[in-house]
């Protein structure tokens, strides 16, 4: 079984903001930070463990 988390964010601007791809890393990074901070460390050392949605044709290789 594989557990899915799906997050949407929206962010409501009134003008643009040349540092949103940095905040947007910011928000991905503390998401994975909360994940791995809730994750049981049995589950989170395996090997099979991923912060990472990967949908490539070939398998993933990296470690």
């Keep these: ?3 899915v988390i799906f ?3 929206l962010e409501m601007q009134s003008s643009v903001d040349f ?3 940095f905040r947007l890393l910011f ?3 503390e998401i994975w930070r909360d994940i ?6 049995n589950e989170a ?4 463990f991923r ?6 044709k070939q398998e993933w290789t990296a470690q």
Excluded: F
């Design 45 to 48: 050392v395996r090997k099979d």
């Design 19 to 21: 540092q949103m791809p």
């Design 36 to 41: 791995l901070k809730n994750t049981d460390k």
């Design 51 to 56: 912060l990472v949605l990967y949908n490539g």
């Design 27 to 29: 928000y991905m990074l």
């Design 7 to 9: 997050y949407v964010l």
């Design 1 to 3: 079984m594989v557990n």
